[in-house]
């Protein structure tokens, strides 16, 4: 609703307006709390409160007795990612089954910065010790890379070297890129909320909120592509399959992969337009790659459907990961027409 309300003079050269007083009790501020503001390229300026005053904290109450062990663990991602700075996991039963015991603990394993503060038979209570502050989303999100990049690489490595150690390594080093993807979204979320928040993390461009939950999970699909890879070199390894031809045009790819993962990183963090284009043409001579593999295939020059098969999706996984590198280079794409720049101009026009 717009309201307007006259400057009144403060002093010898200094003008204030007041608050709207709906507002001021919506935001629990009180007599001494700060305000943040901000102003934009059209002159407006925007006020909210600092971290300080919209930092809140709450409760989520999850009934295990209701749902099935796997939902359970969604559940306690789910609470985390919202931003609750405590999880109670309780049941109506007289204890938790074996099972339900065995998840919230792996689950929990698999999430930064919380403890178990109260366990009982029936009751598990988990505390966050999180300051979102200290977790710029840039850092989140290049630890992240780093972590997936290595999966990719370490799974064709796997498969050329016929290294089946290399393989089960990428699959653990899937428990350390859930977390920080949990971290990361979570970063997110609570930044839509808290303006305050937001900046800390830099963010200050709530549209780069939208930009970067779409690149994070792009790399975390990065991650099971990975994991895709380091099951399919395994199971080829396993059936002592080994073609140097092919196994060139699959390590081809996976340059290819690592080449765009590059150049995509490199655009979102220096906002260089031109290294996100040149990842989208990358791209396109990835999927040559991947057909030339496809031709070899279909010449029937592998004997065995299941070889065949594994190799298949070792090669589509590889795709797939450059794929969803491109959107990172599509988000800086986009963010490069949001205000004037030099290489292009926003008029806005009443």
């Known amino acids: ?27 629990n501020l009180k007599r001494g709390d700060t305000v943040n503001i901000t102003s934009d390229d059209e002159g407006k300026l925007v006020i909210h409160p600092s971290l300080k005053v919209l930092k809140s904290k709450s409760r989520c109450i999850i009934h295990a007795e209701k749902v099935d062990e796997k939902l359970l663990g969604r559940l306690i991602i789910g609470a985390y990612i ?4 405590t999880i109670e996991i ?37 505390q ?15 630890r992240l890379n780093l972590i997936v990049d290595s999966m990719r690489d370490l799974a064709v490595k796997a498969l050329i070297e016929e290294k089946i150690d290399y393989a089960k390594q990428v699959l653990d080093m899937d428990v350390e890129a859930d977390k920080v993807y949990f971290l990361a979204t979570r970063q997110l979320l609570q930044a839509v909320e808290d303006k305050g928040l937001a900046e800390k993390v830099g963010l200050e461009d709530a549209r780069n909120i939208i930009g ?5 999970k792009a790399l975390e699909e990065v991650g099971d592509y990975a994991q895709v890879i380091a099951r399919g070199a395994m199971k080829i390894i396993e059936l002592r399959y080994f073609n140097s031809e092919i196994n060139a045009g699959i390590s081809e790819m996976n340059e290819r992969a690592k080449k765009i993962g590059a150049l995509a990183m490199r655009a979102l963090f220096r906002h260089d337009v031109e290294s996100a284009n040149d990842a989208i043409i990358e791209y396109g001579h990835l999927v040559e790659e991947d057909e030339k593999i496809d031709a070899q295939l279909d010449k029937r020059q592998i004997p065995a459907i299941a070889v065949a098969t594994r190799i298949k999706s070792v090669t589509q996984s590889i795709k797939q990961i450059g794929r969803y590198y ?25």
């Open 212 to 216: 970067d939950r779409l690149v994070v």
């Open 1 to 27: 609703m717009l309201e307007q309300r006259r400057l009144q003079k403060l002093g010898y050269s200094t003008l204030m307006v007041s608050l709207p007083r709906n507002w001021v009790t919506q935001m």
């Open 90 to 126: 309780r049941t109506t039963l007289a204890e938790f089954s074996p099972e339900q015991l065995e998840i919230i603990r792996k689950t929990l394993n698999e999430l930064i910065g919380v403890g178990i503060v109260a366990e009982e038979v029936n009751k598990v209570v988990v």
């Open 326 to 350: 491109t959107i990172a280079s599509e988000a800086m794409i986009n963010r490069s027409v949001e205000t004037s720049a030099d290489i292009a101009e926003v008029i806005s026009e009443e």
């Open 82 to 85: 919202a931003g609750h700075e």
């Open 128 to 142: 966050s010790f999180l300051d979102p502050s200290k977790f710029p989303i840039d850092g989140l999100i290049s």
